[in-house]
């Protein structure tokens, strides 16, 4: 995530930042101190799991202290959908053009978080040649 300052800094330039998330249990927790940067990567201790929304709020600190927590920031997690079943393939009547069709995927694995939107249909012809 990233962000920008707020309009007022009291005439103090901002030293860092403290960054903390809500875990979807409107209790925040602290998991960055000291950031120096206007932006942030969760590190790999902070448990992400896909179908929770998250909300992050940040804090400037200056030679006075820490500022009023900033407005929240949500996400929903999300996760990589499972792969689709193989699609089924038939030519056109005038044998010009091919139609592939598919299932769509509809389990619960593939919509956590986030739906899919869409699809990236691949063909490799006899040639070896990959076309999308």
Not at 20 to 28: L, P, T
Not at 32 to 38: D, H, I, P, Q, T
Not at 64 to 73: P, R
Not at 78 to 107: F, G, M
Request: aromatic share 10%; charged share 10%.
């Amino acid at each position: 995530m990233t962000w920008s300052d707020g309009a007022n800094n009291n005439g103090s330039p901002v030293i860092d930042y403290r960054i903390s998330y809500d875990q979807s249990q409107s209790v925040y927790v602290v998991i960055g101190v000291g950031v120096l940067a206007k932006s942030f990567v969760t590190p790999s201790n902070v448990m992400i799991g896909p179908g929770k929304t998250y909300k992050f709020v940040v804090e400037a600190r200056n030679v006075v202290g820490y500022s009023v927590v900033s407005a929240e920031h949500s996400i929903l997690a999300s996760t990589i959908p499972n792969k689709p079943l193989p699609p089924v393939t038939s030519p056109t009547a005038a044998e010009i053009n091919l139609i592939v069709d598919w299932l769509p995927l509809t389990d619960a694995i593939s919509e956590i978080g986030s739906p899919i939107t869409y699809y990236t249909i691949w063909i490799l012809q006899a040639d070896g040649v990959t076309w999308t």
